[in-house]
């Protein structure tokens, strides 16, 4: 009766374990190149801080630093010096020049497209898309009775935030972004990892399978994510390190001829039990 007791007692403290350690990983990958759901008592420094002022808000644009580096916070606030509110986005300091890119292209679209009445909350005037490892960034241009705004939504591991600015905003959010990163972030800090193939994606409906190359204190990895739904929510994540790419490379291309063999064994043997 005793031993039932203890392993009752370990199982439990394992599943609890578990149960823990489960939560502590996601929110780790949560907080990966930035914090979107980080207790007050992190370790994040803050080294510099700006207010971009619109029609009826604020944004708060911060440039932060934790052990993962440096970071930009881009949070809706009521008025300058308010508390952030929950509309916000995150971004690597790396991703900082193509997140700019992308204001830039949107707002020349924005002085140069005369408002249409194509245009509605169901369909964006323009859209993109930018990737950044497991996070997406999707910019999209859309009018409603206000006038004309620039929707930047921010999925990652399940979760889903987005800020919206008028489309006057948008110039001033790339210059404040701009100023921050000149101001704090070194030229290798701030330029994009371009010697790193573009983000390669594969769509098997429902699902889509994205491959990132990246780098880190280890060396050079491929990250695979398996996405599913509207929300682009990953349900599994695997990262292969750069030693063994061609290992894997063979293994695919092993079943890849091996499989066609197997089907049509299969097949054969099904039509003989029949």
Not at 76 to 86: F, I, M, S, Y
Request: with cysteine; net charge positive.
């Amino acid at each position: 009766m005793m031993r039932q007791g203890g392993r009752g007692g370990r199982r439990g403290r394992g599943r609890g374990g578990r149960g823990r350690g489960g939560q502590n990983y996601r929110q780790r990958r949560d907080n990966s190149e930035g914090e979107d759901n980080r207790p007050p008592q992190s370790n994040d420094e803050m080294l510099g801080s700006t207010y971009v002022p619109l029609e009826n808000k604020n944004l708060q644009v911060e440039i932060k630093e934790n052990h993962r580096g440096k970071f930009i916070k881009i949070s809706e606030v009521a008025e300058a010096g308010g508390q952030p509110g929950r509309n916000r986005v995150t971004l690597g300091i790396s991703s900082a020049m193509e997140f700019m890119s992308q204001l830039s292209s949107f707002a020349t679209f924005a002085e140069t497209e005369p408002p249409s009445e194509e245009g509605s909350e169901e369909k964006p005037f323009k859209s993109s898309t930018m990737f950044k490892d497991t996070k997406r960034y999707y910019f999209d241009f859309k009018e409603n009775q206000r006038g004309r705004y620039l929707r930047i939504t921010q999925t990652t591991i399940g979760r889903r935030k987005q800020i919206a600015l008028p489309h006057s905003g948008i110039t001033a959010l790339h210059d404040a972004i701009q100023d921050l990163v000149r101001k704090f972030a070194s030229d290798a800090e701030g330029a994009p990892e371009s010697q790193f193939p573009p983000t390669r994606e594969i769509r098997v409906p429902p699902k889509r399978f994205y491959f990132d190359v990246g780098n880190n204190n280890r060396g050079i990895y491929l990250r695979v994510t398996e996405t599913v739904n509207t929300f682009q929510r990953a349900s599994s994540v695997v990262t292969v390190p750069h030693s063994a790419w061609s290992e894997v490379r063979d293994a695919l291309i092993d079943l890849c001829d091996q499989l066609p063999y197997q089907a049509e064994e299969e097949a054969v043997d099904g039509k003989s039990s029949s």
